[in-house]
């Protein structure tokens, strides 16, 4: 990958240049996260024309290595303030590897109300009109088919959908994965950033290109095959992902007492067989028609932790089904009924809007009494709001923290802004730390510790006591900002943490394909440290301070059944985290 590509939105311009040095070793979150604190003036207003939107496939992107088809984009985040990396699967990222794309860059601002769409080829980067039936508040499942028909079947698509448009603080981007269905870049909004810049959608077309180049074929094989294989060996990722989705944490989180319910007061709930992996298995075997109980959402995926879930009648409802949107509406929300998730979860794709963020905000607003406790038919059409947008689909696409002063309540589970996930900090401690700590805000794919916690996958440590947490969420962090400038999804960390030959297999990968010889120590630890420390940097720039690394202050005084635990860390035990 040899192109380094800017677009001026100003200008209108679009420049093709050689990949900066400083970044030709660099893949994914290490790209962006870099880039971001290099080039974005850290006080900057994320929807003003100082910031910057980059897309940047991993190191491995575009290979046949397993589960290497991730995209990272990074910009500053409208809902946070600091950086962001946000990644997705799809076709992208492998379009934009096989083009010899390493990144490609969205500066500026356009006068008017004019909305385009950016076009790549092999031929180069061309900016057009975004046709208009395709804005206003047109659903990405119509757009990805009108641009589908317009530029071809087989194109890669990034789009702001209604909630990027209107620039909302929760709006993702959604990228159409092999079947023109919608992955998401969720968290952070960068959706809203693309809106701000009047980018209606990136359209790639790889018509013409060549593989990715591998200096070393034969080692790369044989590397492939290690990791591959250790994947699908794995009871996790090569068994259980595949037949129950993320959704299978479900009962696995209820009946450890760290599914946070009814907006986080308790850590269990007694419906959870309705919401359950299990029974969706069920469910999609039983409807037949369109139902799949296992799908990649990106080619190459060998987990395939994906699916397809079916209406009572067969018909396609919505694909990537995931864990935390289930929970979010179904646990912490109180929404008992399986079907009335899955529309509402479609609503969000369809509309752009990071579902983890939408979904916390709505039990938020419950709590806050602007909707009914456990009422679909109000959630969904709340959601449907924020296509148009009322004030209250506003209110609900400004993320959880908007919503948490607009209705006075002091419980407002977020850090740094962003919804809180799916795992409840004081019953799962080492999660907790990961909440506070990382740059991006509460996130838990940042230093997945549920790994460790409650799957006992590289080792055990007891959930419920403050002894290792610290040292195992700085060592996921560490090992996680890593393997998001791969291209890997992150799920091959439960294929490959016990396995050291599978770990050296990732690195086997990167030098067999770039000629390298790079040990575990230069490509996973140093780069992950790096990587962290940029961000850290970045938010320092912007005003954050270790006070920003705190959980919200009712974790530390309301117990969470059925342990019956606060959050219990001092700031001093926080701040070892980034300790190295």
């Known amino acids: 990958m040899n192109k380094f590509i800017r677009v001026d939105m100003t200008t209108m311009k679009v420049t093709t240049d050689e990949v900066p040095d400083k970044y030709v070793g660099l893949g994914g979150r290490a790209l962006t996260s870099n880039f971001v604190a290099d080039e974005v003036k850290p006080t900057c207003h994320p929807l003003g024309k100082n910031n910057k939107i980059i897309f940047a496939p991993g190191l491995l992107s575009g290979t046949t290595a397993a589960n290497s088809g991730r995209i990272s984009v990074g910009a500053k985040s409208p809902l946070t303030g600091g950086i962001k990396e946000s990644n997705s699967g799809g076709s992208f990222s492998q379009k934009m590897a096989k083009l010899g794309i390493k990144a490609l860059v969205i500066e500026g601002m356009p006068e008017g109300d004019k909305f385009y769409i950016v076009k790549i080829d ?3 980067v061309t900016i057009e009109e975004a046709p208009t039936e395709i804005l206003g508040g047109c659903g990405n499942y119509k757009a990805i088919e009108v641009l589908s028909a317009k530029y071809g079947e087989k194109v890669g698509i990034a789009l702001a959908g209604p909630a990027g448009e209107y620039r909302l603080p929760a709006a993702n981007i959604s990228f159409k994965d092999p079947e023109g269905n919608i992955r998401s870049a969720g968290r952070g909004g960068l959706g809203a950033v693309m809106g701000s810049k009047k980018i209606k959608a990136l359209v790639i077309d790889e018509t013409g290109a060549g593989a990715v180049p591998i200096a070393d074929p034969e080692k790369f094989k044989e590397a492939a095959k290690v990791f591959s294989k250790a994947l699908l060996d794995h009871p996790v990722s090569g068994q259980g992902l595949a037949a129950y989705g993320t959704d299978v944490l479900i009962n696995i989180l209820n009946e450890a007492g760290g599914l946070p319910a009814k907006n986080f007061t308790t850590g269990r709930i007694d419906w959870n067989d309705n919401i359950s992996g299990e029974t969706m298995n069920a469910t999609i075997q039983e409807r037949g028609g369109d139902g799949k109980i296992s799908h990649g959402c990106h080619q190459g995926c060998v987990m395939r932790c994906s699916q397809w879930y079916a209406d ?10 995931e864990y935390e949107t289930i929970w979010g509406l179904g646990a912490n929300a109180c929404i008992k009924d399986l079907d009335a998730i899955a529309y509402i979860d479609r609503e969000m794709d369809d509309i752009g809007i990071d579902s983890i963020e939408t979904a916390v905000a709505v039990a938020t607003a419950m ?7 456990g009422d679909g038919e109000a959630v969904l059409a709340a959601v449907k709001e924020i296509a148009v947008p009322t004030p209250l689909g506003r209110l609900l ?3 959880t923290g908007a919503v948490g002063n607009a209705c006075g309540l002091f419980r407002v589970p977020v850090v740094k802004n962003q919804a809180i996930p799916a795992y409840d900090p004081r019953n799962i401690k080492g999660i907790g730390l990961t909440y506070a700590t990382t740059p991006m805000g509460a996130d838990h794919t940042s230093g997945y510790c549920i790994a460790n916690n409650i799957l006992s996958i590289g080792g055990f440590i007891d959930p419920l006591k403050k002894e290792g947490q610290v ?13 998001d400038s791969t291209g890997m999804c992150l799920f091959v960390w439960f294929g490959i943490a016990d396995n050291p030959p599978a770990i050296q297999a990732l690195v086997d990968m990167i030098n067999a394909q770039y000629g390298l010889s790079l040990t575990i120590q230069d490509a996973v630890v140093d780069l992950g440290k790096a990587v962290l420390k940029a961000e850290r940097g970045f938010n320092k720039a912007a005003g954050f301070t270790n006070e920003h690394d705190r959980l919200p202050e009712f974790f530390e005084y309301e117990p969470c059944a059925p342990h019956n635990l606060v959050w219990d860390f001092t700031p001093e035990e926080i701040d070892e985290v980034f300790n190295f």
């Open 397 to 399: 696409g400004s993320g």
């Open 312 to 321: 009572k009648n067969g018909k396609y409802i919505t694909s990537g089904f």
């Open 367 to 373: 709590e806050g009494g602007l909707l009914p406790w």
């Open 471 to 483: 040292d195992i969420s700085r060592f996921l962090q560490i090992g996680t900002a890593s393997i």
């Open 122 to 124: 092999i031929n180069g």
